[in-house]
């Protein structure tokens, strides 16, 4: 079984601040994890994965995450927050024989204020 | 249009009504998702289809869900006598195949709310 833990249902920055978005996982195999953004009234968007490759993963619009297995965490960041950045962030894991199925946290909503 | 279509956007039925969802995905795509948005909560995987082979339904939450896929292509997510749990957002995705690590692509959901 696999779980995802986004810890912070909401985050709040100010433009230009450091954003930090933080996911635990569970997974009894070797995961895939996933970021995916979904903007209001829009459908989720990858924003980068880790598919055991580099462990420093870089994605769109200026993300990155770091896939550490000791602390079994996936967290995502960026080191200067832009106000379209606003949004709700997914994580997201799977097992490396379907990485659509998926076990996704609950989300967080990440507010940049001016 | 080349991203994955779903409708209708928004249905508003009454508790016992059936409802019809439809998915359309990217062509090529032959993986296709289906999962449930609930207010404030992760998405819940609910049932994949890949090429001809048997869907995966070990997600959906009753046997008042059912899906099909006709012709490898285009999706329909029944839900007989809704009740008013079943109200969220049904998102739809495809893949370019199974057991890859592409990207899922997402419509944009149809929001479901049953009064």
């Known amino acids: 079984a696999q779980s995802v833990t986004q810890l912070g249902s909401h985050v709040s920055v100010s433009e230009g601040a450091l954003v930090l978005l933080r996911c635990n996982y569970s997974?009894?195999?070797?995961?895939?994890l996933f970021w995916y953004v979904q903007y209001p009234n829009q459908g989720l968007q990858l924003l980068l994965k880790?598919?055991?490759?580099?462990?420093l993963v870089k994605g769109i619009n200026g993300f990155e995450a770091e896939f550490k297995k000791s602390e079994t965490s996936f967290h995502l960041t960026k080191p200067s927050a832009h106000m379209s950045d606003a949004a709700e962030y997914f994580c997201?894991?799977?097992?490396?024989?379907?990485?659509?199925?998926?076990?996704f946290g609950d989300g967080t909503t990440l507010t940049v204020k001016p | 249009g080349a991203g994955v279509s779903q409708s209708p956007s928004n249905k508003v039925t009454e508790k016992g009504k059936d409802v019809e969802l439809r998915c359309d995905p990217i062509?090529?795509?032959?993986?296709l998702y289906w999962y449930r948005q609930s207010l404030g909560q992760g998405l819940e995987f609910l049932i994949y289809f890949q090429g001809n082979s048997a869907p995966d339904k070990s997600g959906l939450p009753s046997d008042r869900f059912s899906a099909e896929r006709t012709g490898g292509s285009v999706s329909t997510l029944t839900i007989q006598r809704t009740q008013q749990e079943d109200s969220a957002v049904y998102l739809c995705a495809s893949s370019i195949r199974q057991g890859s690590a592409g990207e899922l692509f997402f419509g944009e959901g149809s929001r479901l709310t049953v009064l």
């Open positions: 062509s090529g795509h032959t993986a």
């Open positions: 997974s009894s195999v070797p995961p895939y």
């Open positions: 880790y598919t055991s490759a580099a462990t």
């Open positions: 997201a894991v799977s097992d490396q024989t379907n990485a659509g199925k998926s076990t």
